[in-house]
């Protein structure tokens, strides 16, 4: 027998050793090859009689098995290739391609022989349903990295192989739902008490711990092949509590989900409908089930962004080439506020010595008290200990003296939004640093390529922008000014890898990419509300359509008086006079004269508690604003959606227009994690690309410009490329890899 990703051999008392290795790679995922294998491995130990029982482990020892080839079926989603074929036929093929591996999985668990998995490390997803389709499961108990689950939820897909239909019969409807649904990992520990494994072990000892149990058990079989098998807990339709998990469980994912996600959806279907049935009919609509998600856009728009550009981005896919690592031996950061405090912890908690530099030591140490509390806190609730934490902690350097930054491969500039501050700084650091040390300002507003003009190395010089709470927010924005070097944007994307986080490459512009487009959505609500919209209808809708807050609560979490200031400030650099501009004046009615500037003062478009969270929107607001919409069916909604997701993705495409970002990937991903665009959609690329198509959201917007104005009128680069018929990711493919026409 043949095979690429095992090795194969059969012992003395015939018990086959299946060792799964896929060449080439540090971690198994099950490839088109893998399970071509695991075919042949199941009819091998069927029709061969000197196999007495299977076992398989893992050659990788970064553990078992993390899945599914994301990339391959990442290839198939969202419809794929339109092929010549009848819709019967096509419907018959995608099912025979989907059950592939579920079919191949029973034939081995009914192959009538024994068959115990050893599982030294992660069981994913797929990884986690080959196991689950053993009879016999033993885990190591001496891999803190260890972990099983079924993250399928999580970027759009749902278990395909099994995994909805062998959890819920193992332990139950009720401890399985929430691991579906939510993607949830868990140790060891946790999987023998649920009975998800039978035996925990030393990874030494687990392969001969499967080999003994095989030999003790010639005639093993599923628990849920056993005549008179019950569902621990019953099920849906006979059980009172397991039905009320599944109705208790449906009402959460409407109230969290808006049915955005319908992989959700169709996962509580998959266990409703074939936890009622026997295992064979229940892995079949599991399949159909799959089947439909994996065609959905959604899917194909997550897998994209979640996933796959989320690796590369976080491995450094778009950093220059040509130019060597840097390894940080010293970091100043300069401003210990809160973002740079944040900084600080960042650094040291890498492992990166850091001077935090502030007028006055005390004001430095102040900023370092910070990591003191966050320290604390991880100590406290276990994830640390307490000599780790003072390792942390002995890493930051507090001071008032700019000596101290001799000798730093980067500093960072985290003080407050002023230019002749910022330019002071620059000059105060430099005097002191190496000739080839960066120098990066952390603003989310001020221009790269104004703000280098107070340097001596102006190539050496370039934005970092972080997002609050820096040890919570997992993005970073570099953005080069008009002289920063390629090789400064290096060393920048190298220390946010270093720190982490997960970089995106972009280029001046007031505003840069994320605040200019995040921007865009608060502003969209404040024309709702000078329109008469209601204010509780507008919040409704923007969470409903994906966005993680409705856009007048985040106003009021970024500061409406930071918003007055920042559109004042545009609207001074752009000559235009905001005197008879409504929203402004409103903004300013709110600020000025009611003292009403936000969460951070208990008080802006909401009232807020003390603990900071939103108690209900302010009554008053229908002083200034008349209210003239107080009701929203079914096709407002609808356009309010599109209003709010069409106006962002309109700036994204303007920023592409103007080279402020240059790569699909960062844009999607800027959005997603910057300013929680709507994940469903994998991200404003995506949005436009997958969920819309090009050519339907160009006439989209067009209709929305002609109704409420030119922020919503396409750019010249998306006429261009509805008229090709061009998405982003063929306009702006990854970098490196060839484009199909010039932006």
């Known amino acids: 027998m043949k095979l690429e990703t095992f ?71 969202g419809g794929g290739q339109k092929q010549e074929l009848s819709e019967a036929e096509l419907k018959k093929q995608q099912f025979d391609q989907g059950f592939a591996l579920n079919g191949t999985l029973r034939k081995l668990e009914t192959c009538g022989k024994p068959v115990a998995v050893a599982l030294n490390g992660l069981a994913l997803g ?59 990992s868990f140790d060891a520990e946790k999987a023998l008490a649920m009975g998800v494994v039978q035996e925990i072990a030393p990874s030494s000892e687990t392969v001969d711990k499967a080999k003994a149990w095989v030999k003790a058990n010639p005639t093993a079989k599923a628990p849920w092949d056993e005549k008179g098998f019950k569902v621990p807990g019953g099920v849906p339709h006979k059980s009172p509590g397991a039905g009320q998990v599944a109705t208790m469980s449906n009402m959460m994912l409407a109230s969290k989900t808006y049915g955005n996600y319908p992989a959700q959806k169709n996962i509580l279907s998959c266990v409703y409908e074939g936890i009622q049935v026997p295992i064979d009919a229940g892995l079949r609509i599991e399949t159909r089930y799959f089947i ?30 040509g130019h060597p690592k840097t390894e940080f ?91 002749e501050l910022k330019a002071k700084i620059t000059q105060m650091a430099e005097a002191v640093l190496d000739d080839d040390a960066v120098f990066g300002s952390n603003t989310s507003t001020l221009p790269i390529t104004g703000l280098a003009k107070a340097s001596k190395r102006p190539e050496n010089f370039i934005g970092i922008h972080f997002f609050s709470p820096v040890e919570r927010m997992g993005l970073v924005e570099i953005i080069s000014g008009k002289e920063t070097s390629e090789a400064t944007l290096a060393k920048a994307i190298d220390y946010v890898l270093a720190i982490r986080k997960t970089p995106i490459a972009v280029n001046d512009s007031r505003g840069f990419y994320t605040s200019r487009c995040f921007g865009t959505y608060t502003r969209e609500g404040m024309e709702m509300l000078g329109e008469g919209i209601k204010p509780a209808i507008i919040e409704n809708v923007g969470r409903q359509c994906g966005m993680p807050m409705g856009a007048l609560e985040v106003s ?84 309010l959606t599109n209003r709010f997701l069409v106006r962002q993705a309109i700036e994204v495409a303007r920023c592409f227009d103007e080279g402020v970002i240059t790569d699909a990937r960062d844009a999607d991903i800027g959005s997603i994690l910057a300013w929680g665009f709507a994940p469903f959609t994998g991200g404003c690329c995506s949005y436009v690309d997958l969920i819309w198509g090009i050519k339907e959201f160009v006439a989209e917007a067009d209709r929305l410009a002609a109704k409420y104005g030119d922020r919503f009128e396409p750019p010249a680069v998306l006429r261009d490329m509805a008229a090709k018929g061009e998405g982003f990711y063929d306009r702006f493919p990854p970098a490196g890899s060839k484009a199909k026409a010039a932006a």
């Open 556 to 639: 009021d979490s970024v500061g409406l008086d930071t918003a007055l200031k920042v559109t004042r400030a545009t609207a001074e650099a752009a000559g235009v006079d905001l005197q008879s501009d409504d929203r402004t004046q409103f903004l300013a009615w709110l600020v000025e004269d009611q003292g009403r500037v936000g969460r951070k003062a208990g008080k802006g478009f909401y009232d807020y508690n003390e603990k900071g969270k939103p108690e209900r929107l302010w009554p008053d607001i229908n002083k200034m604003i008349e209210v003239k919409v107080d009701e929203c069916p079914p096709d407002l909604k609808k356009e």
């Open 292 to 321: 439909n998600t994996q065609q959905r856009p959604e899917a194909k728009a997550m897998i994209r962004s979640l996933f796959l550009s989320m690796q590369e981005l976080s491995k450094g896919a778009n950093r220059p080439a």
């Open 7 to 77: 090795g194969w051999d059969i012992d003395a008392d015939g018990i086959a050793h299946a060792v799964f290795d896929v060449p080439g790679r540090s971690m198994n995922t099950l490839t088109g090859k893998a399970v071509a294998d695991i075919i042949a491995i199941a009819e091998e130990v069927a029709s061969n009689d000197a196999i007495k029982g299977l076992v398989i482990s893992s050659g990788k020892p970064s553990g078992f098995c993390a899945g599914a080839d994301l990339g391959e079926m990442g290839q198939r989603a």
């Open 126 to 184: 797929g990884g986690l349903e080959v196991a689950l389709a053993c009879h016999y499961r033993v885990a190591a108990n001496d891999n803190p990295k260890l972990q099983f689950g079924l993250p399928e939820a999580k970027i759009g897909l749902l278990p395909g192989a099994g995994g909805t239909q062998r959890l819920p019969r193992l332990v139950g409807v009720q401890a399985a739902l929430p691991l579906i649904l939510q993607g949830q």
């Open 329 to 419: 031996k010293k970091i100043a950061v300069i401003g210990a506020g809160l973002m740079g405090a944040g900084i600080a912890y960042v650094q040291a908690k890498a492992g990166i010595p850091t001077v935090l530099v502030d007028v006055s030591k005390e004001n430095a140490e102040k900023g370092k008290d910070y990591s003191r509390r966050l320290v604390d806190k991880d100590v406290s609730r276990g994830k640390s200990t307490k000599e780790k934490g003072d390792a942390l902690l002995d890493l930051i350097t507090t001071t008032d003296n700019y000596d101290d930054v001799k000798g730093a491969d980067l500093v960072i500039e985290a003080v407050f939004e002023n230019e």
